[in-house]
């Protein structure tokens, strides 16, 4: 409803040029026009727009943990210069490109990792949501103990000696070998029962607590009020600002989602097991991708745009788990988590509609923004629809209606043809909210009038 009444206000002020917004311009008398205060450069609105930009795609995204073997007889170059800037340019930069461009996806992602740990939180005595947010994350890795390295067994309730061991006698950390990241199924639960922290000190562990969320969130939202006001007062809005509202909107339910997830945690716990162990990865056997190349950038495709690509992932050799892991969801839920990030998807590209009759520099720019909209708010809606298909064959323990199963394989067509489509579109839409800033009408420049919404006596 709040997006539907700031499409309403903001809509308005941009439907003609002999509209509301000269009139309000002819009643603004000299003193007004030269008041300093009453107008806004070009930088404010560019470091308004790119602070909350960057609050929205930096910030408010929680990464799993990337977990990172430490080295021996590391040089002081590539403890401090090499492997920081080796981490950030292939795992935090990348990450941030792809919140920047494909922000529904993270969202989607929070939500599968937020259903998730709220099904692993039930299956352990005294756990939580942080509880399972932490093990969906990654946060649990396996090491094995140096060969002369004495150990005893963890206890089992069933008084059985388990796989899992701590050591019992001194050893250097640095000479335990790290294995791979461990996911819930690896687990007795008698074990995560005495290994685990408590809430309070797995939240100690991120790099976020709930103040700094808030005031995330404080910002997000003065931004929104400032948009609404433009709106009421018949102001119109940059490019810039229309795609920075839509940004905001949808942070408001990324920062929801993982508001119980430690943020920013580089080291996991440690578990170990003797070296002379094996590991074998519990759970279900992964599925194999097709061994065409065609076929499997199209599969892919479809696999990451629905939330299955852990379905194809084993974790057993790999160093830490892969960038938007949240653990393999039934394929029960998994049709219903998909649906409210890709409907909010559609509201995202809706957003981009607000300057759908701005004024722009030129015609083609005009044209260029309008089919992006289009792609953005069609896309995601056709994977919506995919959703819908996956939502109804897991309620149905007969063979999916003909019709129904039609509607997905041909859906699901379209979305292969056209995913490249919308990632055009969001790369135009952020090109052209910028070049757009060389030519701004007047009214762009001025501040609301903050004293309409106050109530005071004239």
């Known amino acids: 409803m709040l997006i539907l009444i700031l499409a309403y206000y903001i809509t308005q002020s941009v439907q003609s040029e002999a509209g509301p917004l000269p009139a309000l311009l002819e009643q603004r008398d000299d003193a007004s026009q030269n008041d300093q205060n009453s107008q806004r450069s070009i930088q404010s609105i560019i470091w308004s727009c790119l602070s909350t930009i960057f609050l929205c795609t930096w910030v408010a995204v929680h990464p799993n943990v990337h977990f990172r073997p430490e080295k021996r007889d590391q040089r002081w170059v590539e403890k401090w210069l090499w492997a920081p800037l080796h981490e950030f340019f292939t ?8 919140a920047l461009l494909v922000p529904e996806y993270i969202l989607s992602w929070a939500v599968r990792q937020y259903i998730q740990a709220g099904v692993i939180s039930k299956k352990v005595p005294g756990w939580t949501r942080t509880h399972g947010f932490f093990m969906v994350m990654g946060g649990f890795h396996l090491f094995r103990l140096p060969a002369d390295a004495a150990s005893i067994p963890l206890p089992l309730e069933s008084s ?7 050591p019992s ?4 950390r640095k000479d335990e070998v790290p294995e791979c990241p461990l996911k819930f199924e ?12 408590t809430e309070t000190e797995l939240k100690d562990r991120g790099k976020s607590d709930a103040l700094t969320k808030v005031i995330v969130l404080v910002q997000t939202l003065w931004f929104v009020i400032q948009c609404i006001a433009r709106g009421t007062q018949h102001l119109p809005l940059t490019e810039l600002e229309v795609v920075t509202l839509a940004y905001a909107m949808l942070n408001f339910f990324i920062y929801g989602f993982w508001w119980d997830k430690p943020r920013n945690v580089e080291c996991p716990i440690r578990l170990y097991k003797a070296s002379t162990t094996s590991h074998k990865e519990s759970g279900e056997a992964v599925e194999e991708w097709i061994s065409n190349c065609v076929g499997r950038w199209l599969e892919k495709i479809f696999q990451y745009s629905v939330g299955r690509q852990d379905n194809f992932v084993l974790l057993s050799p790999e160093r830490s788990v892969p960038m938007f892991w949240s653990g393999r969801l039934d394929n029960d839920i998994l049709g219903d988590a998909g649906l409210g990030p890709t409907l909010l998807g559609s509201v995202f590209g809706a957003i981009h509609c607000v300057a759908w009759s701005s004024e722009f520099p030129s015609h083609a720019e005009l044209v260029l923004w309008r089919i992006s909209c289009v792609s953005m708010v069609v896309i995601p809606f056709i994977t919506t ?11 149905i323990e007969a063979d999916m209606p003909a019709g129904v199963e039609a509607i997905g394989f041909t859906c699901a067509f379209l979305l292969l043809l056209s995913a490249w489509l919308y990632i055009a579109g969001r790369l135009a839409t952020l090109v052209i909210a910028f070049s757009t800033l060389r030519a701004l009408p007047p009214a762009a420049f001025m501040n609301v009038d903050w004293t309409t919404f106050i109530p005071h006596i004239y």
């Open 160 to 166: 059985e000696p388990s796989e899992f061991v701590i």
């Open 91 to 98: 795992y935090k930069l990348l990450l941030f490109v792809w």
């Open 169 to 172: 006698a001194r050893h250097l």
């Open 186 to 197: 690896d687990f007795p639960v008698d074990i995560l029962e005495i290994i685990v922290p």
């Open 385 to 395: 629809i995919i959703c819908i298909v996956m939502a109804i064959g897991s309620r």
